[in-house]
């Protein structure tokens, strides 16, 4: 897994996913949002981490019951004790939310060991209780059957999809209340100084709006007296 940086980390946590979104559409990419997923608590912090997956596949009845979990290398629960802290915890559910993908206790683990986050593209139960930890987590809507009932975990750490999005062992992963972003590991520094950049114009434009300027030749940067402006205003504010 690669390992991201404190500065590209600490630069996404103040950058939004609509930004990053604009500059992955700038670079061809335009299927990186993980699609259906909703943060479980409305005020719980940015979500920056790198990925590691957890893949389900449909359960065969036979080789899913209750029993599965004393073995400890079960992927479910492999995953959890695996899972490097700082990172992000992805699991491919197949957009079925009919059974959980995992529940507040499997998340409390993850948040004690130090990782960054949890995202499933189906759903947890115990989801009130998660929403209570203050720890980023998303999934489509709470779903109290066990994840043995529809989901059989098969593979730890490999390619997946989730929401309809490819997620790959170490891509960066961004969640705020518009949702998941996956950012491919090759270009997150990249990506991380294009957007800073590009959420100090936006924060720019935004205070000019607000003061009643209007958007043509602001937004975007057309005319000349808007790059002077902007040069004033980062010098003023420090940006």
């Known amino acids: 897994m690669s390992k991201l940086s404190d500065a590209t980390r600490n630069k996404l946590k103040t950058i939004s996913t609509a930004t990053v979104a604009t500059a992955l559409f700038k670079c061809g990419l335009r299927i990186q949002m993980i699609q259906d997923v909703r943060p479980l608590s409305a005020d719980q912090p940015t979500l920056v981490g790198e990925a590691f997956t957890l893949r389900y596949m449909p359960a065969r009845e036979d080789l899913n019951k209750i029993d599965v979990f004393r073995d400890r290398s079960h ?4 995953a959890i004790e695996d899972c490097p802290p700082g990172a992000v915890l992805v699991m491919d559910s197949r957009k079925d939310a009919r059974a959980a993908s995992a529940g507040a206790i499997l998340v409390t683990r993850l948040m004690k060991r ?7 593209d189906g759903g947890f139960r115990d989801s009130a209780e998660i929403a209570k930890l203050g720890f980023p987590a998303y999934h489509h809507r709470p779903s109290a059957p066990t994840n043995l009932a529809l989901h059989q975990a098969i593979e730890i750490n490999v390619p997946i999809g989730c929401g ?4 790959f062992p170490g891509d960066v992963i961004l969640g705020d209340a518009d949702g998941v972003i996956v950012i491919p590991a ?3 520094d990249e ?3 294009e957007t800073f950049e590009m959420t100090a114009f ?3 434009v935004m205070e000019e709006v607000q003061n009643g300027r209007g958007i043509f030749g602001l ?3 057309t005319d000349e ?3 002077t402006d902007f040069a004033a205003w980062r010098k003023k504010n420090g940006r």
């Open 219 to 221: 937004y975007p940067a």
């Open 75 to 78: 992927p479910q629960r492999k």
């Open 202 to 204: 936006e924060d720019f």
């Open 114 to 120: 130090g990782c960054a986050g949890v995202v499933t």
């Open 164 to 167: 309809d999005a490819p997620v």
């Open 225 to 227: 007296k808007t790059l």
């Open 186 to 188: 090759h270009l997150a």
């Open 191 to 193: 990506i991380a100084d």
